[in-house]
């Protein structure tokens, strides 16, 4: 069994909790996770990254420092520190499909989150969570989709 890192936390007690309103848990500190984050800070959004290991610092740039948790996102403590309960919405884009399928469930089920959107490689895993309120997305599906646009444009 690998080692969690301690939680660590960056912001002040409770400034990402400020604004209720509209409250984002990223859970995984992915390339996806990291390009949404500079989009959410560039638009003034309130979000935090839930990851249990320091990420490489290539993929975060130290300006998201202040946006990042270090834990174990299936850990109730590391969540509540992670202002779990103000959240609108989590995102579950760590590269382990496991782990996000368990993170919407949490966030779902627990949490009662209105909006969970989950990454999930398997496409067949994505089948499962259909009408469950949790919302999948498949990278391979996307792809796919996006190359046979591409595709059918030059025809």
């Known amino acids: 069994m690998s080692k969690v890192a301690p939680i660590r936390r960056t912001l002040p007690q409770d400034a990402w909790i400020r604004d209720p309103d509209h409250y984002i848990v990223i859970v995984g500190c992915s390339r996806l996770a990291v390009r949404l984050a500079k989009q959410y800070r560039q638009e003034g959004r309130r979000f ?31 969540l509540k520190e992670a202002g779990i309960e103000n959240a609108t919405s989590l995102l579950a884009v760590s590269d382990d499909d496991s782990l996000n399928i368990i993170m919407g469930q949490i966030a779902k ?17 994505a089948a499962l969570y259909e009408g469950s309120g949790i919302e999948t997305i498949s990278p391979v599906d996307l792809a796919a989709e996006s190359i046979e646009q591409l595709i059918k444009k030059n025809d």
Do not use: F, R
Not at 55 to 67: G, M, V
Not at 117 to 124: F, L, Q, R
């Open 48 to 78: 935090i990254i839930v990851d249990a290991e320091e990420p490489l610092l290539s993929i975060l740039p130290s300006s998201l420092d202040d946006n990042l948790l270090v834990g174990d996102p299936t850990s109730e403590e590391v």
């Open 109 to 125: 089920k627990i949490y009662n989150i209105p909006q969970v959107i989950i990454k999930v490689y398997d496409n067949s895993k």
